[in-house]
């Protein structure tokens, strides 16, 4: 009879599970359509390294395994349909040595969905603070499962005498079944067999309805992921475009919903948020969990919630403002789930069509039109730190190799004057043939764009591009990692062609071609700070380490938050213009991050960074004993 039964009710539970999962597309499909999908090859050799073999989730040892093995052990009875069929030709020896690999990655499932529960229910870290019946529900399911199949296991080697040494954990269980006549056990094992049986089909068919979901989601996600710099975004077509950003769940694209349904509630985003441990009310989990619930109620066809609308009820403004654009969260992501994109939608919706947005961004913007700098300095003085150097501009020099593009801070900002200053030195020493743009530069954009004001970032990059190509330039030099981004990964939307680099590759280029030569300096303990918009969007971590190196007593020491784990220094997504009047200040916090190394100076390579950190250090009152310095200004102390 069950001959007859059981393969129809597996088929049953494969309708259920991809109904389940048919269901679930309909909540993405209401978006708007998403870009056509390109890279397949290397599509599914991501997949394959991200989504089976689950690289980014192993960065953490202790939860990394964990899943791993639970995952691997949710293939046994894939794997035992396999090896069945594989011993039919192959010698018995395989069966013998796959029988062993079963029994041991049943073991380490096992073992796994204990830790897992004794992390969520005993250990309780912060990150799983969602922690719901689910959670519970999946884990005593799954160790009901892989119990029951030690105990056939057991069961089988009490019955017919086979030898433990192929199953040597189906062995142990074998002994707890010893007592029992050879009846009760034929009875034990057929009757775990059935109930293992039902328990493996109620998960098939309800994986798509509960977070087994994840097992689908996640690795389409990781299949569907953004190419490309990390911290690209949308462009608008103002010319069709009849309102900007995204102030309903459905004009979302359907990837991004599907971003929404792919995020595990692993919580390692929220770990390394600046916003979040700062105590602001932001956490990038629950700001797409939220959404994700909104979808899920949007479609629904009777809900409550319904008319609930995304900007206001669903995300707060506050949540919405105090995002950081730190990357840190897409860079941590096991599954590829991304944030910022969706919260430059909600902030572009509130700028540009609304508006209603903070009123010190409204002065950000206002100085940006009139004098394309965020202080509102006059436009015509841009070029007035370099009359004392002689520095010629674009249109002054006859020819030049490179384009210094110091930016508004390098320009305007009293304290970063001095690293355009160092950098103009130490270009001059290494007989750089380079020229500025003078009062012709203009902001390069950045700060609207990530304040959600694309229409301005537009207009800003267009014109910089236009005096760029009036002037040939081929190759520019920036010292800030903002500008650095926008002008060598968002401008080429607008046809730039331009070779940009940042001035820690630049000096390392110098150093390592001898074209400037280095002294010892005082001995010195320093800690680097990395900028996020060099190190998480650009993926440039050992430039300034390297140069700093390049200075023998330098004693370079690193934070705990270092490389693609630092912690943002606040001033991020235009939050430097933005006052920061909830919870903890950001800066204090990178602040006291560093100074925990004891160092006698902190190193930065941003200008944002570097005013971060000063204030940090004066309200620390620290500025005395601890410099802080951008590499440009040890690299001009330390030469010849
Ligand atoms: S980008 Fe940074 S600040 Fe914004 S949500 Fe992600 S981790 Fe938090
Ligand atoms: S967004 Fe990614 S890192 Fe954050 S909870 Fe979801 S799956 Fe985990």
Known sequence: MFALIDPLLIVIALIICITGLVRRARLWKIGQKAEHIENIGLRIKDFLIYGIGQAKILKELYPGLMHFFIFFACLIPLLVIFASQATLHLPVVFANYFSVFLDLLGAAGLIAVLLAAFRRYIQKPERLDDTGKDDAIALVWLFVIISLGFCIEGLRISITGADARWAPVGAVFSYAFLPFGTQLQLFLHSFFWRI?????????????????????????????????????????????????????????????????????????CQDNCPAHLSDKPLSPKKLLQDMKKHMEEKTADRSKDKDKSLIGDIVSHETLWSCTMCLSCHSQCPVFDTTVDKTIELRRY??????????????????????????????????????????????????????????????????????SIALTQILRKAGVNFAVLGAEEGCCGDSARRLGNEYLYETLAQTNIEVMKNYNVNKILTICPHCFNSLKNDYPMYG???????????????????????????????AYHDSCFLGRYNDIYDYPRDVLQSISGINLV???????????????????????DIGK??????????????????????????????????????????????????IVKAME
């Not at 934070?559 to 943002?568: A, E, H, Q, V």
């Open 350 to 419: 509130l700028v540009m069509t609304e508006p209603n947005f903070p009123g010190e961004v409204q002065a950000v913007f206002k100085n940006m039109e009139n004098n394309s700098n965020p202080w509102g300095v006059g436009a015509h003085t841009r070029g007035d730190w370099t009359k004392e150097l002689g520095v010629k501009t674009a249109s002054e020099a006859d020819s030049f190799d490179i384009l210094f593009y110091p930016g508004c801070a390098g320009a305007f900002d009293d304290r970063y004057k001095k690293v």
């Open 496 to 526: 730039s062609e331009f070779e940009v680099l940042h001035h820690s590759e630049f000096l390392m280029k110098l150093i390592s071609n001898g074209s400037i030569k280095l002294k010892s300096s005082e001995n010195m303990k320093v």
């Open 196 to 268: 293992h049986f039902f328990l493996v089909l109620a998960l098939i068919a309800c994986i798509t309805y509960t977070k087994f979901l994840h097992i689908f989601t996640s690795a389409l996600n990781i299949f569907l992921r953004k190419y490309g710099s990390p911290g690209q975004l949308r462009g608008i077509d103002f010319g069709t475009a009849e309102t900007y950003g995204v102030s309903n769940i459905e004009e979302f694209t359907t990837t991004q919903l599907f971003n929404l349904d792919a995020c595990t509630r692993c919580g390692r």
């Open 558 to 580: 690193e934070m705990d938050r270092n490389r693609d784990k630092s912690f943002c220094c606040g001033a991020g997504g235009g939050r430097m213009w933005m006052e920061e």
């Open 585 to 634: 200040r950001i800066n204090e916090m990178r602040t006291d991050q560093a100074l925990d190394k004891n160092p006698d100076a902190i190193a930065t390579a941003c200008p944002y960074c570097l005013t971060m950190i000063d204030d940090g250090l004066k309200v620390r009152e620290k500025s005395d004993s601890v410099k802080s310095l951008d590499i440009a200004e040890f």
